[in-house]
């Protein structure tokens, strides 16, 4: 049997573990920070394959290292990343793993890369005596609130590792296709909260107000204007208002009005730039209309930007996996949703790749976030595979 045979048939072998245990995370789902059952899990399981377990990495995070046994002077160690967390959601699955826990449910897909990066560590710890590097686990907490991957990297999870990769699946997109692509895949997210304050007054004599509500409209008008005006058309970017509050009654003038936005973009720089601007219009707009505004902004991600090299050894292996006419490096594997693998991708080179986990045969063709969202356990295998191999080929 040739290394890639055995590679197939060591897979194969996990699937039945794989499903189980995916299945019994998504009954048992934790929101952020709250990933104390799973991390446990993941712990007991890292360490009954010998690795060097790390707990309470940021709060409820892990780290595994797996040393391998055949490593020369220089040489690298890689590290494979996952998220854990649940979305506080009720679930509306008929299945008969659905979540125990009202309110709470794997919407996303963090049950599955959880149980697929423990997957490639029982793989690859049993290939450790030929392994001339380290490959190093990250399971890392509070994803969905973008919360857990800086403070694990600012705990040093990132410190002698030498690239990471980690995928993502996803519900609209095929199982058994592979997406990798060079550059910014996930967006940068910013949410802003605008105050305008101007002076209310009665509805009946303007002149005596300074109106709020006609000049929020202006701000968020002459916002739009920042992607159609001042940024490129092949610079993907979104400015969207989802949320305007002001005023009681149709008789008054009230004195202040609230707009909450998210901003998306593709680049660091374009993203500090619109930040800027976004303060500036919104800003100069209410001044020059006689009321002020206050804006700020929280909660921010990077972009998630993948390193050239990194992008290219990962998709030589997908090809290898999937076979080339089911590896994507177009626009589709590109989306404007934000994850915060950008911070681990900032530490060090890396590409984060999305897995195709649609199926509608099986009801998996909800989005992600949705209370009926479910993945085709069949991407799980295709996703150890990459991984796996992306690995094996990174400490060559
Ligand atoms: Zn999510
Ligand atoms: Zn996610």
Redesign the pocket.
């Known amino acids: 049997m040739t290394t890639i045979d055995q590679l197939k048939s060591d897979i194969d072998e996990r699937v039945p573990d794989m499903v189980a245990l995916r299945r019994d995370l998504h009954e048992h789902p934790e929101l952020a920070f709250e990933e104390v059952r799973t991390s446990g899990i993941v712990a007991q399981r890292l360490r009954a394959l010998g690795l060097e377990v790390q707990t309470g990495v940021a709060k409820t995070g892990v780290v595994g290292l797996l040393k391998g046994g055949a490593s020369q002077p220089g040489a690298k160690t890689i590290a494979i990343r996952a998220?854990m967390d649940a979305l506080p959601i009720f679930e509306m699955n008929d299945i008969d793993y659905r979540s125990k826990v009202d309110g709470k449910m794997h919407a996303?897909?963090?049950d599955g890369h959880t149980t697929i990066a423990l997957a490639v560590a029982d793989i690859l710890s049993k290939r450790r005596a030929e392994l001339n590097g380290n490959v190093k686990f990250i399971f890392q907490p509070a994803?969905?609130v973008i919360g857990g991957a800086e403070p694990m990297v600012k705990a040093g999870a990132m410190d002698g590792v030498d690239g990471v990769i980690g995928l993502?699946l996803i519900s609209d997109y095929a199982v058994g296709r592979v997406g990798v692509r060079v550059g910014t895949v996930f967006a940068s997210a910013d949410k802003f909260v605008a105050t305008v304050r101007g002076k209310g007054g009665h509805a009946a004599m303007p002149e005596t107000a300074v109106d709020p509500i006609v000049i929020s409209a202006y701000i968020i008008t002459a916002l739009q204007t920042l992607i159609s005006r001042e940024t490129s058309p092949f610079s993907p970017t979104v400015i969207t208002i989802g949320k305007l509050q002001s005023g009681t009654a149709f008789n008054i003038i009230p004195e202040t009005a609230e707009l909450h936005g998210t901003m998306r973009a593709f680049s660091r720089e374009h993203r500090e730039k619109m930040i800027r601007r976004i303060t500036e219009v919104a800003t100069g707009v209410a001044s020059a209309m006689g009321a002020t505004c206050e804006i700020n902004f929280f909660d921010g991600c990077l972009p998630c930007t993948n390193d050239a090299t990194m992008t290219k050894l990962v998709q030589k292996v997908a090809v290898e996996a999937v076979g080339a006419d089911n590896v994507d490096e177009g626009e589709e594997v590109m989306t404007t949703g934000s994850?915060d693998m950008a911070y681990f991708l900032q530490a060090v080179p890396g590409c984060y790749f999305i897995v195709g986990a649609n199926n509608a045969e099986k009801g998996a063709s909800y989005p992600?976030h949705h209370p009926r969202f479910n993945v085709d356990e069949d991407a799980m295998p295709i996703g150890v595979e990459v991984l796996t191999r992306a690995a094996l080929a990174f400490l060559k």
Request: proline residues 0%.
């Open positions: 998220d996303c897909g963090h994803e969905e993502h994850d992600h």
